[in-house]
Each structure stands twice: as C-alpha cells, then as structure tokens.
C-alpha cells in the first residue's frame, strides 16, 4: 500500500484577525504546520492550535517565517546564515513550548513562504536552516519542496527529510514552482488537480508546464484550507486516496531512516 501525509498551513489568525478554516481542514489532514507569531500567528492563538491539533490526532510541526505580519512573511529578506539559523531557532523553540505543555513533541519544520522559496535554491540559507533544526532536535523531519535546495541540505545533515509536493500548483521542468505572477501557476481544475497527486504518490512523476514529465517524490501533500471551497478540496483529495489505496498517515509513520 501506498502512504502520503497531507499537511496544510494553520494557525495563522493573530489578534482579531481570522484566517483560514482551521476547525475544518483539520478534519482531513494527517500533520499541521502551525505558524509561530513571525508571518502569521500569536501566542494564544499557537496553544490552541496546538491543542485541537493534539485532540484531533494530527502530528504538530514548527512553521517559521520572516518577521513580517504586514507581509505575511511572503516578502524577501536579506540576511545572513547566522541570522537565518537563530530566526529558526527562535521560533521552533515557542512552539516547543507550547507542544511541551500540551504532551505532544514537535514532528517537522517546515518553513513558510519567502523563506521556503529562497532555501528551494539557495545553498546558505538552506544549510543553515538544516542546521537550526539538526542542533534543536535532530528527530523532526524537514519538510521542503521535491528537489529543493533545501531538502539536499537535510539530508547532508543527516535529518530525516520529507519532500513536499502541491496538489494546486504548476510546475517547470526544473521541478521548482511557476511563480504566482505567471498565469496558470494556479490549478483551479478539482479533478485535473487530483489526477495529477495521485500520479505524484503513485508514478512519481508530475508533468510540467512545457508538457514533460519532471521525476518527483511525494512524501507530503500541501492542501489549503482557506475557503470553503479549499476544504471541500481537501476532502476530495483525501477521499480519492483512500480510494485508490493510498493510506493518509503522519509522515513521521514512514519517514524512518534518516
């Protein structure tokens, strides 16, 4: 039997401020990225997603981004891999607090959008977030795009590395992500979407925007669940799945060997 693990960004209200579905799309997801007050997040709003997470049986992971609430982390920064490594470490370790309280440890890091992306290609700052997670707690899973930079670095570092693949994104022949300014870098198309993760999970291969097939290793799913009809998206993807003998679980259940 196949196995994947579904995750999606949440925890992202701050203050007055809601975002995203997060009671929902939980219901379908197997691990939670729980933004940690820089891009998204506060201190409150982390311990209870941390604990409906815990109640739910869905495995916590460390969703760091760039001191940016205006920006909502997807804006670049420059910065040295010192600075990069401590800005890791700052967040991780607010989480862990909460996950400590709650009796849950913290599965993966996955960092967040302008983050995410440069460590895609940048070596530096690939490394030194390899290395942030290393000398925290070498047992959580790096969580980065298929292909990437960053999960090169994982690996070097002897982490345990899950590689990431996006259900409603399209892909160059390089295996990176066609930016969001590019029209089409969005797949709107439910079935056409769903088609393409389960020849990822089952074929490892997706078709790139030039129409060729681009090698990939789905590990985990990023699904959004920030509209109902992103949840209902969610729902589908997991259904079909699990119809097609694909078993939903936490990445940590088959991500063993580092």
């Known amino acids: 039997m196949y196995q994947v693990d579904l995750n ?31 891009h998204a997040g506060d201190p409150v709003v982390m311990e209870k997603t941390v604990e409906m997470a815990a109640k739910k049986g869905v ?11 205006m920006g909502f982390g997807r804006r670049e920064m420059t910065l040295t891999g010192e600075e990069a490594k401590a800005y890791m470490k700052y967040q991780i370790g607010a989480l862990w607090g909460f996950a400590k309280s709650k009796g849950v440890k913290i599965q ?9 992306n440069m460590a895609a290609k940048n070596e530096v700052l690939a490394k030194a977030i390899a290395e942030a997670i290393y000398e925290v707690d070498a ?13 090169k670095a994982g690996k070097s570092m002897g982490l345990r590395v899950a590689n990431e693949v996006f259900a409603d994104r399209a892909y160059n ?43 990939i290793q ?23 799945l699990e119809s097609e003998n694909v078993q939903v679980v936490s990445m940590e259940k088959f991500i063993k060997s580092k």
């Open 139 to 151: 047992d959580m899973i790096l969580v980065g795009l298929a292909n990437s930079e960053l999960t």
């Open 173 to 215: 022949p390089d295996g990176t992500l066609v930016s969001r300014k590019v029209e089409g870098a969005v797949i709107h198309d439910t079935d056409r979407a769903i088609a393409r993760v389960i020849r990822m999970v089952k074929e490892g291969k997706v078709e790139a925007v030039n129409g060729e097939d681009v090698a």
């Open 8 to 38: 999606s960004d949440i925890g992202e209200s701050f203050g007055d401020y809601k975002l995203g579905l997060d009671e929902e799309v939980i219901q379908h997801i197997s691990s939670a990225n729980i933004a940690c007050g820089w």
């Open 108 to 116: 993966h890091v996955k960092p967040h959008g302008a983050l995410y």
């Open 218 to 240: 789905a590990d985990t799913i990023c699904v959004h669940g920030d509209n109902p009809s992103a949840v209902a998206f969610v729902e589908a993807i997991r259904r079909t």
């Open 59 to 69: 495995a916590v992971g460390a969703h760091p981004g760039f001191l940016d609430l």
